[in-house]
């Protein structure tokens, strides 16, 4: 898999990125493909924001994978860096081929880098595939998560 690249997102890469996200019955349910506007105000905001880094994996210039990773300063842990990953999707034709442990490995390289000493990630409660693939990189399913959905602005 020597072709590929990880890099910064850019503005271009949104129909892919959406595409890949509503790929499937969780983001088919919450996504809207057909309102561009909603992706395009939220990635100039990430953009905007150096605490985050939406990545995109590239193969012979075609988008086949993301994932966004925040960086958040802390006071608990004696003051530790943290990084989430989040959103992470793999383009369906190339699911099963490795990709997703490329991602993985390089947003935790990223994360050292950044200086993080702690690296974490949600995964929704019925994607148990993900979660064996976690675990399999290492990650430890330690705490509960809880959301709350707020009304939307629109």
């Known amino acids: 898999m020597g072709d590929l690249i990880i890099r910064p997102a850019v503005a271009e890469d949104l129909p892919a990125l959406v595409a890949m996200l509503a790929d499937d019955p969780l983001g088919a349910a919450r996504e809207s493909p057909d309102r561009p506007e909603l992706y395009r105000a939220a990635f100039e905001r990430i953009a905007a924001d150096p605490n985050q880094y939406l990545a995109v994996a590239e ?11 925040t960086t958040i300063p802390g ?22 081929r490795g990709l997703g442990t490329e ?17 974490q990630l949600t995964s929704d409660a019925g994607r148990t595939d993900a979660h064996r693939f976690y675990r399999r990189l290492g990650f430890v ?14």
């Open 103 to 119: 991602l993985i490995e390089w947003a935790v390289a990223e994360s050292r880098r950044r200086g993080a000493g702690l690296v």
């Open 75 to 96: 006071l608990s842990r004696r003051g530790t860096v943290r990084t989430v990953i989040e959103a992470v999707r793999v383009d369906a034709s190339e699911r099963g």
């Open 59 to 69: 193969r012979g210039g075609r988008v086949v994978g993301t994932l966004q990773l």
């Open 141 to 154: 399913d330690s705490h509960v998560g809880f959301k709350l959905a707020l009304p939307d602005a629109d």
